[in-house]
């Protein structure tokens, strides 16, 4: 259940009678029971008799300081999400907040709206952590290892705060999925989730890309644009290889981050934006900060949690388990009945140590997929081995379609491999596949079987590369 201001109720501590009456009056005419406090030991004694919904808590008491309260909270009654209160351009404090367990923290002096947007998400959290995490893609979370056990509870817990996280760990071994678990489990998962991969952004679109331009600022620029910030308002950022950003970008992005606001290129005025900022990276951040490739302000604002994503070889009794799902979802995708490994092929999977981890798990159980007969896959239908050389294309038209390389037939036309090479190979071998698909299935008028078995394919496979090629 998700709490409502109808039903809520908060817990003020501050020793300023007058900022304690002016957060009553605020959190009263939002509908939500106020209570006061002027030191830690009466907050405390509030706090055991009756958690409340919402706390929130000056950074300077008499009897103490906010963060002891934090760690108190996050002891005692951990489902009471706990605001801070700072000082202005106090970031290292706040951020220090946010490590023993702060919800968000606001600045003096307290901006009206921004403290409102701030308990409206408080209040926007389930009362109690899920049993269950969501269904959403699970894939890379799935396991009962004590590694990724710990994971799932590390994102049920960090998506109880507005902390910033940093989510470790190596390519393809389920990163952006972790940041997807947190949005999913917490107050903004009704907003938007927007994934970026800094590293593929041109240098040059950069500041376009993730703050937005206005008509005219730059040709090209024949419209307004909203950047990544705004698409993001009131979810979550996940900046992706983040790593990769370049240093005068880093300069832009921490600014937007700390300022809660950005302004588009050409524009004249700062937009603020609410969101929450997700990262992550391959290699190690603390490495980059070292050589100077990262600002070290940059990364202790990003880092104030880090969560690390543990690779598939430290995990290979989850790998089973991996592999009926990826294989009962490539089914789903192309209407086929689920393959099943073989016991020979289930341990061999388990013997390799995965360098790609999940996405490479993801990529040979794709490829053994629209290889295996029976819906068994075997060994040899993992290919584990060496990469097999890729035919050429005209070889490879030649043993599915047996029409001898070089003696198109009337209506074949393969494209030309250029005399300097370059080409795209990816896009060139699809061309040539579609080609060869499309002439055996006019050959047996369309009979999927029959031109499965002209191509020297199977069925299974057949279907797939119909699906991948968009000829279903």
């Not at 809520?8 to 957060?23: F, G, K, M, N, S």
């Not at 588009?264 to 100077?292: F, M």
Request: charged letters at 25%; glycine letters at 6%.
């Amino acid at each position: 259940m998700t709490r409502t201001t109808q039903q809520a109720t908060a817990l003020i501590v501050d020793d300023e009678p007058d900022i304690r009456e002016l957060l009553d009056i605020t959190l009263s005419r939002m509908g939500i029971a106020v209570q006061t406090a002027s030191d830690l030991v009466s907050a405390r004694d509030i706090l055991a008799k009756a958690p409340p919904q919402l706390c929130l808590t000056d950074m300077s008491l008499p009897d103490g300081n906010g963060i002891d309260l934090v760690a108190w909270i996050q002891q005692t009654c951990p489902q009471t999400p706990v605001a801070v209160i700072t000082a202005y351009g106090s970031m290292e404090t706040a951020i220090e907040a946010l490590k023993a367990g702060a919800f968000d923290f606001v600045s003096k002096p307290v901006e009206l709206p921004r403290l409102r947007e701030l308990i409206e998400s408080a209040l926007r959290l389930p009362d109690e952590e899920p049993d269950n995490e969501p269904t959403s893609e699970p894939s890379l979370l799935l396991g009962e290892s004590d590694g990724i056990r710990r994971l799932r509870a590390q994102t049920r817990k960090v998506a109880r705060s507005q902390a910033p996280v940093f989510i470790s760990g190596e390519s393809g071994s389920g990163k952006e999925l972790v940041a997807r678990m947190i949005h999913l489990q917490g107050p903004r998962r009704d907003a938007p989730f927007v994934a970026v991969n800094c590293g593929a952004i041109p240098s040059e679109l950069m500041e376009s890309e993730f703050f937005g331009h206005r008509k005219g600022s730059f040709t090209g620029a024949t419209d307004h644009k909203a950047g990544l910030f705004q698409q993001a308002d009131g979810g979550t950022l996940f900046l992706d290889e983040i790593a990769d950003l370049p240093l005068a970008m880093q300069v832009k992005l921490l600014r937007a981050i700390q300022e809660k606001s950005v302004r588009p290129v050409g524009g004249e005025k700062e937009i603020p934006v609410d969101i929450r900022i997700l990262s992550a990276t391959h290699r190690s951040l603390a490495e980059q900060v070292q050589i100077g490739s990262f600002r070290q302000d940059l990364f202790y604002r990003i880092n104030v949690i880090e969560l690390a994503v543990p690779p598939l070889r430290e995990r290979p009794d989850d790998i089973a388990l991996l592999a009926r799902h990826i294989l009962e979802r490539l089914a789903r995708d192309y209407e086929c009945e689920p393959a099943r490994l073989s016991d020979a092929a289930g341990r061999k999977l388990q013997q390799h140590t995965f360098p790609g981890n999940v996405r490479e798990l993801e990529n040979i159980l794709e490829r053994a997929f629209t290889l295996c007969e029976d819906d068994r896959i075997d060994v040899d239908d993992l290919q584990m081995g060496d990469t097999p050389a890729v035919p050429a294309p005209c070889q490879a038209l030649e043993s599915r379609t047996g029409t001898p390389a070089g003696h198109d037939t009337p209506g074949d036309h393969v494209p030309p491999i250029p005399d300097d090479g370059e080409l795209d190979l990816e896009q060139y071998l699809e061309t040539v596949e579609r080609q060869a698909i499309e002439k055996a299935l006019e050959a047996t008028k369309w009979n999927r079987t029959a031109a499965a078995r002209k191509l020297g394919i199977s069925f299974r496979a057949l279907r797939y590369k119909l699906k991948k090629l968009g000829l279903d």
